[in-house]
């Protein structure tokens, strides 16, 4: 039975197929495989401990499968999904996001065995021996790519772990800057990996906070390289860089900060394309346009909305045959600007082609925004040209594009 679909949203060239309240407990990250021509769309949640898989196979009328609880009072948001197993991380809740400041939590990565796909049998836990691990990355295979903590680091780095026995992880390697470890002189940047480190061949492409975009040489993976770091530091917002996802095709790449701090109290956002045709001097050469409120929505700009504006998550294909994978498109959450859609064929002239923006929620779930407004978090694409975006206080819209070209090009 599908769900009746929340009206009140803001739409350019996309259209709503299908919503689902996810029983009251909103997604953060999100992640999906086929198995025997049924679709699985795997979800991690915010305010709530634990993982849902929803049956997304007709996209109009999903229908909820499973919830799998997680440990108490630990963030459980990032989630993947490849090769019939399920990586979930986990983490010290950050003040002001519904922790308890002094009691217990669990860190690290959980193992899931998602050979069944409505049942996830945990095989193994990766513990970093820390506050735990944010956006992870494995697309298959025996190895994880791990952004967690370590003792004698600060923030989080690199791991490398071998998970081809699942039930006993093994960390092969590890990557950080100097400065993050302790004692190192601090000069006040925030170096951290957020992740995930996407791997391209024998390349890992890192998003590290003031650190800027990395690239690593893991062909040996006992002993990851840099081989070249694009810095930002004082010109990015609060978070640095959030996002690092390589077009290796056309030798670009889309990066992006995070915005952190509501009604714009931060440095100006930053969301755009590096060229990497020479992996040794990274350029940035674009810029994706800054969103507009729509005419009928009444705002000026969308600081004044409230809640958090600028850009989040993108796509990422991830390697995954169920997922969109091309490099002609970009897909950027926008947090308050909701989903933003972009014609990236021209790496110097990116456009936007489309949006979506949830209404604003009606109930609060969640201790934030500060004022209830819908705050679109993550967006991942199916190979049937499905959208499916999650916000931090509704359930799951699923979408598509009407046209992949709406205007005139020449």
């Not at 470890?181 to 590290?208: F, M, Q, V």
Request: glycine share 10%; hydrophobic share 35%; proline share 8%.
């Amino acid at each position: 039975m599908a769900q009746p679909i929340p009206q009140g949203y803001f739409a350019h060239n996309t259209e709503v197929l299908g919503y689902h309240d996810l029983n009251g407990k909103p997604a953060f990250k999100l992640a999906m495989q086929e198995v025997n021509g049924r679709w699985y769309l795997y979800l991690a949640h915010l305010w709530h401990q634990g993982w849902s898989i929803l049956d997304v196979t007709d996209p109009t009328a999903p229908q909820f499968v499973a919830f799998t609880p997680g440990p108490e009072n630990t963030w459980t948001i990032q989630i993947q999904v490849a090769d019939g197993k399920m990586i979930t991380a986990l983490e010290r809740i950050a003040p002001g996001w519904g922790g308890i400041e002094g009691k217990e939590h669990a860190e690290g990565v959980l193992i899931w065995d998602v050979s069944d796909p409505g049942k996830p049998r945990q095989l193994g836990h990766y513990p970093t021996g820390s506050t735990g691990t944010h956006r992870n990355f494995y697309d298959g295979g025996n190895l994880m790519h791990v952004a967690g903590g370590a003792p004698g680091y600060d923030g989080k780095i690199y791991h490398i772990v071998d998970i081809s026995d699942p039930t006993k992880p093994e960390r092969l390697s590890y990557f950080a800057l100097e400065e993050q470890k302790n004692g190192a002189p601090k000069t006040g940047a925030k170096l951290s990996l957020h992740g995930p480190a996407h791997i391209e061949a024998d390349r890992a492409y890192l998003p590290y906070g003031d650190g800027g975009g990395i690239i690593l040489d893991v062909s040996d993976i006992k002993n990851p390289r840099m081989i070249s770091q694009l810095v930002f530091r004082g010109i990015t917002a609060t978070q640095g860089i959030h996002t690092f996802l390589p077009l290796p095709r056309r030798k670009i790449a889309l990066i992006n900060d995070e915005a952190i701090r509501e009604h714009g109290d931060e440095d100006l956002n930053l969301a755009g394309i590096v060229d990497t045709s020479n992996e040794k001097q990274l350029r940035l050469i674009s810029l994706f346009p800054l969103p507009e409120p729509p005419p009928e929505s009444g705002l000026k700009n969308f600081y004044e909305k409230g809640g958090r504006f600028g850009p989040h998550n993108q796509h990422h294909p991830n390697h995954q045959p169920c997922l969109e994978d091309r490099d002609d498109i970009a897909y950027l959450t926008y947090f308050n600007a909701g989903l933003r859609v972009y014609d990236i064929r021209d790496a110097r002239a990116p456009k936007e082609i489309g949006y979506f923006i949830p209404p604003d929620p009606k109930i609060r779930i969640g201790t934030k925004p500060s004022r209830l407004v819908a705050q679109t978090e993550d967006v991942l694409v199916d190979r049937r040209g499905c959208i499916y975006i999650s916000d931090k206080n509704l359930g799951i819209y699923i979408l598509r594009l009407r046209t992949i070209w709406p205007y005139a090009s020449g």
